[in-house]
């Protein structure tokens, strides 16, 4: 009953771990979460506000495909201001971050086209490339080079059949962030190999020590063949609205375009305003959130020295920390150990990849007393 090209496609393993914790929980379990990457906040009032304004306004009709000019505007000058994008708002459409992924992807992979990521890589890139009839080139980034996707690995993998180099900095599930020569090292490469890059920002904002977000769109002469894609769920803790962006070359704009016209086309409309006030409003809501991200991250790599076995280098953005332990158990074992005797539910390591195993990801975007207790039941119970 099945197509062959979803057969060849596994579930969504950090959908699963948010999905059994739920069934847990509806027991009567106290489970406490750190599954799913999901920021505990609500989202700030002015934007709910805008969404509701636009209701009452009667925006609830079709848009065009691309969405709302006045939010593409913003979301361009944004690119400009805070990563140097050379973009247009032509060049931005609007769809759920996650849509974009998709959507790219399906516009410009062939058959048989190579895609190389890293490996552990957030779930659902290798799946997209599959339903595409692509291939996942998995480059190892290891806890030795703090799990950065570094350019030296990448031009080992690169073959006549490459097609697109795709990453994620700050980094799902490791927290990883590329340093500037990382990004100019691989834009070098798609130059020199006349490749594709997806670039996912979506945790742009989301990253700590002072350090600085660089985006491969603003390298010279990478505009054209980058697509950059981010979004508002982690940002402005919008991740039921889901809504997010992409910034594409006019020809590949184009044939996204065609693909959003003809599965969602077009994302929510009221939802569009409040994204708008998102960005168009104050900033000081986002500045929290990060502040209380690092701090989160601070009291997780405390306790966690703690928990026997348990090891990881600093990360240094996004919401995830991402350590190795030892022992027999497999990752989905281990997390289905904890789940039953700590009644802690995290993600196995090796639902992002071979390398993610024998790895775990903690999303921590979740409250301090639930880090605290969470990881006291781990050391507990491997002790
Ligand atoms: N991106 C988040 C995560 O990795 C949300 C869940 C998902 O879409 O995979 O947990």
């Not at 699963?16 to 799913?36: D, R, W």
């Not at 073959?159 to 090292?185: H, Q, W, Y």
């Not at 016209?261 to 960005?279: D, E, M, N, P």
């Not at 959130?289 to 240094?316: G, Q």
């Amino acid at each position: 009953m099945i197509a062959e090209r979803v057969k060849r496609v596994q579930e969504s393993g950090t959908m699963k771990m948010k999905e059994l914790a739920g069934q847990k929980k509806a027991e009567g379990k106290k489970i406490i979460s750190f599954t799913v990457g999901e920021p505990d906040f609500d989202t700030p009032k002015h934007i709910v506000e805008a969404a509701k304004k636009a209701l009452d306004e009667g925006k609830t009709r079709y848009l065009d495909a691309p969405g709302l000019m006045p939010l593409r505007e913003a979301i361009a000058k944004r690119a400009k201001d805070d990563n140097g994008i050379p973009c247009e708002p032509s060049n931005v459409l609007i769809t759920p971050t996650k849509q974009a992924i998709f959507e790219t992807i399906m516009a410009t992979v062939n058959e048989g086209d190579e895609v190389i990521m890293p490996d552990p890589a957030w779930v659902t890139y290798e799946p997209c490339v599959q339903l595409a009839g692509g291939k996942a080139v998995p480059v190892t980034a290891s806890d030795e080079d703090q799990f950065r996707f570094l350019p030296e690995k990448v031009a080992e993998k690169i073959t006549p059949k490459t097609r697109m180099i795709l990453f994620n900095s700050p980094s799902n599930p490791c927290g990883a962030v590329e340093t500037k020569e990382d990004i100019k090292g691989l834009a070098d490469l798609a130059k020199d190999h006349n490749l594709l890059v997806l670039s996912d920002e979506v945790y742009e904002k989301i990253i700590f020590d002072g350090l600085k977000h660089y985006s491969i769109a603003a390298e010279p002469g990478m505009m054209d063949r980058t697509i950059t894609i981010s979004g508002f769920s982690k940002t402005y803790a919008m991740t039921g609205w889901r809504m997010g962006w992409l910034i594409a070359p006019k020809p590949i704009f184009k044939g996204i375009n065609k693909i959003q016209q003809h599965s969602i086309t077009h994302a929510v409309s009221f939802a569009q305003y409040g994204a708008l006030a998102a960005l168009t409003g104050p900033q000081e809501p986002v500045q929290m959130m990060v502040k209380e991200f690092e701090e989160r991250r601070n009291l997780v790599m405390k306790l966690m020295k703690d928990i026997p076995s348990f090891s990881c280098d600093t990360p240094k953005g996004a919401f995830y920390v991402f350590p190795k332990y030892e022992g027999k158990m497999n990752s989905e074992e281990m997390a289905l150990y904890l789940m039953d005797k700590a009644e802690v539910a995290l993600t196995g390591g090796a639902s992002f990849g071979k390398a993610g195993e024998k790895h775990l990801r903690i999303s921590y975007a979740t409250g301090k007393k639930n880090i605290e207790d969470g990881l006291e039941r781990i050391r507990k119970v491997l002790e």
